[in-house]
């Protein structure tokens, strides 16, 4: 399976492999050339530390915009990268990606630990600032094992267009849906008593319940 036979650049030995298992070249270096290998050993680490500070840079970065709320057109400016003169800034395409994959790895993450849990409690509220509407969705729990209360923000998102009651009842299925989230497991949804969620509540529970 994709072996492969490689010349030794020291040796001009030639050495079979398969590609993408680098473990016989490897073998040859540390028999046949220890020097050799002690080099490659040494670059490996270097260039594994290297990413490794890399990562959590970009780690970083992420957790402030995250935190901050600041665009993502921050990391372009002048005086930001002006912070960090030895350091290679990510471009703000690389970061949109990483903050896609980050949201991903964390919905995947709320996802298992919810469908290890069998009753939760979410919290439903809308808000207004400026002239922008969200919807906020938390959801808490007790760890089976030390009983301590959890949480987690499920969703904090824009909430554009009426806020009617049907439609209340549409976003709330949409996130418990992206969540994994089963209606049976949810024991109380608390919100305030505005009457699109008291008359979402009221239709929505009756439909479940038919
Ligand atoms: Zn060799």
Redesign the pocket.
């Known amino acids: 399976m994709n072996g492969i036979i490689a010349e030794?650049?020291?040796?001009?030995?030639r050495?079979k492999g398969s590609l993408g298992v680098s473990s016989n070249f490897i073998w040859?270096?540390r028999k046949?050339?220890p020097n050799k290998h002690k080099e490659f050993k040494t670059k490996k680490a270097e260039s594994s530390t290297k990413l490794k500070r890399k990562n959590s840079f970009n780690q970083n970065l992420l957790n402030f915009i995250g935190d901050t709320c600041s665009p993502l057109s921050v990391l372009e400016h002048k005086s930001f990268l002006k912070l960090f003169p030895a350091q290679h800034v990510p471009s703000r395409r690389t970061i949109t990606r990483l903050l896609a994959e980050s949201h991903q790895e964390f919905i995947e993450n709320i996802k298992m630990i919810l469908d290890n849990i069998q009753y939760v409690c979410v919290t439903a509220d809308v808000w207004s600032g400026g002239k922008r509407s969200f919807f906020g969705y938390t959801c808490h729990w007790l760890d089976a094992q030390t009983f301590e209360r959890k949480s987690v923000a499920l969703a904090c998102r824009r909430f554009p267009g009426s806020h009617s009651f049907d439609r209340v009842a549409e976003i709330i299925l949409e996130i418990n849906e992206q969540y994994g989230l089963p209606v049976q497991k949810i024991l109380y949804t608390i919100t305030d008593n505005g009457s699109n969620f008291v008359k979402a509540f009221r239709e929505f529970g009756v439909s479940l319940s038919k």
Not at 8 to 13: E, F, I, L, P
Request: charged share 20%.
């Open positions: 030794c650049q020291v040796c001009k030995k050495v040859h270096l046949h050339h």
